[in-house]
């Protein structure tokens, strides 16, 4: 809980800070890098920092911890914080690197805002700082015991089994441990992080969703190459490295699982509505859910540019096609098949029932779209659970 004497200067001075929160975001990250490039070579994506977005989701996530500790004094924004937390625990962040941050920032904070940052708004500011972090490690170390894993120690070597060309950008590799160890449990929804060594020495880290369900025998990821000047750039840089050089027998350094956004037990009907490669967590929550004989209600959602763009769209059908009370409604731009809707996802005519649950997963407009159509029909915005691929820009974009 902020101090009293904080809360008044951060709510006077929120309007200033925020207005100045991108500014202070872009200098933070010159001066840590500038300190520390092992931070921007073996940590922070690349290509996130190139296009702005780690700056952008930096500044929606300050901003919103600031203005929830003034609007809401008697909570904490958990949900951001478990989102953040989960993503840091998947990149083996540690404790000791909060206050590397805090001076960086600090120092970014005291050149935009100059003579406007007295001691006073410096110490309010300070207050919330360590708030945050204080909440963040608190949930990190908590993670990593339940993954028995120290936050130095978070990787493990595994071996690609197989890969498959899923389409002509997306290929699934499945995963065994190197070392024949059991493979960590995790939920239905949740991802790993693969760190890979470039030809410029760089190992650099993404996320990829598991979409084989927990009592698979193997871990399956499927990847999406990123294409356009990104693929020439560190954009794709992982993802065309993965395409283009890790073949079946090759070793991958991959974390434990984390993630937020994980299939509740729950009797209440379910929507799993996904665009593109957001497809994958709702295909291991859809394994799960025909591993577990699953009996309530669920509606599949997906929408793709074509049948051809729409990865392992074979079992994504199938695996609906396993649960007794089950439908699947695909949207494509271009080329549809009997079956299939044209254009994008419009629930005006699909039937949603009281108490529905939920998942989104895919680009950040899409998941607007649909939880705008979902609310309209009803469900409670509570119930309405997403998963964005990279920095999370929902809170930064609002």
């Not at 929160?21 to 996130?48: C, M, Q, S, V």
């Not at 190459?225 to 991958?252: I, Q």
């Not at 669920?298 to 079992?315: E, F, G, K, M, Q």
């Not at 997963?361 to 691929?389: N, S």
Request: glycine content about 6%; overall charge negative; aromatic content about 6%.
């Amino acid at each position: 809980m902020l101090s009293e004497k904080s809360t008044a200067t951060v709510r006077a001075t929120l309007p200033a800070v925020g207005a100045a929160i991108g500014d202070i975001t872009e200098l933070f990250y010159g001066k840590l890098f500038t300190a520390h490039p092992e931070l921007i070579r073996d940590l922070f994506n690349r290509g996130n920092q190139n296009a702005g977005l780690q700056k952008q989701a930096l500044a929606g996530s300050i901003a919103a911890f600031a203005t929830h500790l003034v609007t809401h004094p008697d909570t904490r924004p958990d949900v951001m914080l478990g989102r953040i937390a989960h993503k840091h625990a998947s990149l083996g962040v540690t404790r000791e690197q909060y206050p590397i941050v805090h001076k960086y920032l600090f120092e970014a904070i005291a050149e935009i805002l100059g003579d406007a940052l007295t001691p006073e708004v410096a110490e309010a500011w300070d207050e919330v700082y360590w708030l945050m972090a204080g909440a963040l490690t608190t949930i990190e170390e908590r993670l990593y015991a339940e993954q028995q894993v120290t936050a130095a120690d978070v990787w493990r070597p595994w071996t690609v089994a197989a890969r498959v060309e899923e389409t002509a950008d997306c290929t699934t590799f499945h995963l065994t441990p190197a070392d024949g160890s059991p493979m960590p449990a995790f939920k239905p929804g949740q991802y790993v992080s693969v760190q890979v060594e470039l030809p410029d020495g760089a190992r650099q880290i993404r996320q990829y969703s598991l979409s084989s369900a927990p009592g698979s025998p193997i871990r399956s990821i499927t990847v999406k190459r990123v294409h356009g000047p990104a693929a020439t750039g560190p954009d794709g840089e992982v993802s065309n490295h993965l395409h283009t050089e890790v073949r079946t027998g090759d070793t991958l350094n991959v974390s434990t699982p984390y993630g937020d956004l994980t299939l509740q037990d729950t009797t209440a009907p379910l929507i799993l509505a996904s665009a593109g490669i957001g497809c994958t967590p709702i295909l291991s929550m859809l394994e799960h859910l025909a591993d577990t004989a699953h009996t309530a209600p669920v509606t599949v959602l997906h929408a793709d540019r074509s049948p051809a763009d729409h990865p392992l769209r074979t079992d994504h059908r199938a695996l609906t096609h396993k649960l007794p009370d089950a439908t699947a409604h695909f949207w494509y731009e271009t080329n549809t098949e009997p079956g299939d809707r044209e254009g994008r996802l419009d629930l005006t005519d699909i039937p949603v029932a009281p108490g529905t649950h939920a998942y989104l997963c895919g680009p950040l407009p899409f998941m607007r779209a649909a939880r705008e159509q979902l609310i309209t029909k009803g469900i409670t915005p509570a119930d309405i659970h997403y998963e964005v691929f990279g920095p999370d820009l929902w809170l930064a974009s609002a």
